[in-house]
């Protein structure tokens, strides 16, 4: 049931109408499904024949962090053109649509839909998953936001095989803000601001695979995970939004050839 107290404070439209015009140009896709009457998108970008890499894109899980979809969007406004064949992308860029509209964390039934990918009677977790259970891809990069730091961090979810992506974007954003000073985040060890799980360290935690990015690596759709973590609360919006924007950018240098 949506609380009564909600007050809408943006217009998800807005965000719909940027969608729609990414459409319009090198973007496939479209509405994957509704949620309370309004659509959530899943858009492809796709070259002549397949790239040496396929990516997943996410934000918006939360609708109280709002920087996390805008840096996606002025991502493939301004680089999608020019990483076709590049990369093939998949692109789910606001997954809880009522929480952006209302400012809030949580869904309009008041859950919060990253604590229940274990689980299929939401939803927001049925959508995701039907679209995204059968498919393959070399990197999650997911954008959120946390209100009770002023210091910017990462998760990376690797495979221990997989070369190290942390310090290197650690590095490329050091300059938008602080760093993350505290040497845990959520019972996670963090170095410089990075936390790198590994299955072994994911096993010695067992937190199971209620968040998005732990389903789809044990559930073997992602094989490398990238979730990004600006201040909500100590930082501007824009800062953010730049430092959503130099994740994205850096992992492209990082990863795919020129």
């Given at each position: 049931m949506k609380s009564k107290e909600a007050v809408k404070v943006r217009d998800y439209g807005e965000l719909v109408d940027r969608y729609e015009a990414l459409l319009g140009l090198c973007f496939d896709g479209g509405?994957?499904?509704e949620i309370d009457g309004m659509p959530v998108y899943h858009m492809r970008l796709r070259g002549d024949s397949p790239a040496p890499q396929r990516w997943l894109l996410g934000a918006g899980m939360h609708g109280d962090e709002p920087a996390g979809h805008l840096a996606i969007l002025e991502f493939l406004?301004?680089?999608?053109?020019?990483?076709?064949?590049r990369v093939d992308l998949d692109v789910m860029p606001c997954i809880n649509p009522w929480g952006y509209e209302y400012d809030r964390r949580e869904n309009s039934g008041g859950i919060d839909i990253n604590r229940c990918f274990e689980e299929e009677d939401l939803e927001e977790v049925r959508l995701c998953k039907g679209l995204l259970k059968s498919e393959r891809f070399d990197l999650f990069l997911e954008f959120h936001e946390d209100w009770e730091f002023e210091g910017y961090y990462l998760f990376e979810v690797r495979q221990e095989e997989a070369s190290r992506l942390g310090p290197a974007l650690i590095d490329a954003v050091r300059s938008h803000g602080p760093i993350y000073r505290h040497p845990e985040v959520e019972g996670f060890p963090v170095v410089d601001g990075v936390v790198d799980a590994t299955p072994s360290q994911l096993a010695r935690h067992n937190i199971g695979n209620k968040p998005l990015p732990l389903w789809l690596f044990r559930a073997g759709v992602s094989y490398h995970t990238i979730t990004s973590e600006t201040p909500s609360k100590q930082w501007a919006a824009d800062a953010r939004i730049a430092t959503h924007l130099s994740i994205?950018?850096?992992c492209v240098?990082?990863?795919?050839?020129?």
């Open positions: 509405p994957a499904g406004e301004q680089d999608g053109e020019k990483l076709q064949g994205a950018r850096n240098d990082l990863l795919i050839p020129a």
